[in-house]
């Protein structure tokens, strides 16, 4: 049986995460995200998607060391990104500098030792590139400061205040993993030919770059921006229904009720309300088009996605929409690696079928 773009067809079985569309579920080791992003940090539950048990206090500062001996950049990823043109966009240099780790002294490490040094190094690399493209000097990784707020001093040279840091990790720790996504797939494949982690996450960040993947939700920022105030949520989404534009920000092809993310980043969003107005015009926002969506397009079962609030959020936080897929990577990290570490662990080398509809002569 063909099925386009292998729809539906299950393709590995795996412990890390499970999706339950109908019933708006995300799970990380069988565990509720809501039970588990408000109560536990970046770190921990980096930990948990790894190992499938949280952490305690011993082993908690070990991967916290860990993630920050892996800011480190080898001298030679530091020269590749020295020399890589400011025109390179930020995901092609993620993806140029994480395959150069594939060297002796990181691939005779242990797979989980590489995985943290990984998820340590991305957050640098974007950083040090994008203040090159604006012009800016590196700034060096902090050891004293956590991951998320690494990542904004790194980026923008001040310390980010609570609300921002709260913010971002949020985000952050509600992408780390999400199934059997496109990227995911790639990092799978790769690792199935038993090549190298670095490799696999190359590949995973190659399909990460395309925009119907990792596509940086900057439709929702634009559209928010057009309404501008309360007063015009109404009269500008109603008239884009009638002309039958899509309102990016709501549906997913998996989720068939409220994606579980978005009710975490709402909740988010809602505890920051007259912190900014951004924030403020996103949940307002939110509520009217649900309801518009629900006239124009009955039966749809169309509710707010994982993007919408994501771009509310780094919107508040001042981060530019070129930041937001290199961001997410940031996060779906923790995933790529954790899958195929799992993939090694019970290997088969993935060779799906073609089926031939071109002429026979």
């Known amino acids: 049986m063909f099925n386009k773009g292998l729809k539906d067809v299950i393709a590995v079985q795996t412990k890390i995460a499970s999706v339950e569309g109908n019933l708006g579920e ?24 790894w190992h499938g048990v949280l952490p305690d206090d011993i082993e908690l500062r070990s991967i916290e060391n860990k993630l920050i001996n892996g800011r480190q950049l080898p001298f030679h990823v530091q020269s590749i990104l020295d020399v890589l043109p400011a025109e390179i966009s930020l995901m092609d240099a993620l993806r140029t500098a994480i395959s150069a780790f594939a060297h002796t002294h990181f691939s005779t490490k242990p797979i989980q030792e590489q995985a943290i040094i990984l998820a340590g190094a991305i957050p640098v690399i974007v950083a040090k590139h994008y203040r090159k493209q604006q012009g800016l000097p590196a700034i060096a990784p902090n050891p004293n400061l956590s991951h998320t707020v690494n990542y904004l001093w790194m980026l923008n040279g001040e310390l980010p205040n ?35 982690l670095a490799a696999a996450i190359t590949s995973a960040i190659g399909t990460m770059k395309g925009p119907l993947h990792g596509g940086a939700p900057s439709g929702v920022i634009e559209l928010l921006e057009e309404i501008g105030n309360q007063e015009n949520i109404k009269p500008i989404v109603e008239k884009k229904l009638q002309e039958g534009e899509r309102i990016l920000g709501f549906g997913h092809r998996i989720y068939k009720t409220e994606d579980p993310r978005s009710i975490l980043l709402r909740e988010k969003c809602a505890s920051m309300l007259g912190s900014d107005e951004w924030l403020d015009l996103a949940v307002l926002a939110e509520k009217e088009i649900i309801n518009l969506l629900s006239q124009y397009k009955p039966g749809r079962k169309l509710y707010t996605n994982v993007e919408y609030y994501a771009a509310a959020i780094m919107q508040s936080i001042e981060m530019p929409p070129e930041l937001f897929t290199p961001t997410f990577s940031v996060a779906r990290i923790i995933g790529w690696t954790a899958h195929a570490i799992e993939q090694l662990q019970d290997n088969t080398i993935f060779r799906p079928k073609s089926e031939y509809i071109g002429t026979k002569v």
């Open 26 to 49: 995300l799970r990380y080791r069988g565990v509720l995200i809501n039970e588990l992003i408000p109560s536990y940090s970046f770190e921990e539950i980096a930990y948990f998607i």
């Open 162 to 196: 609570e609300q921002q840091v709260e913010a971002l990790e949020t985000y952050l720790k509600l992408t780390m993993e999400h199934g059997l996504n496109a990227a995911t797939f790639a990092a799978r494949v790769t690792i199935s030919t038993e090549s190298d």
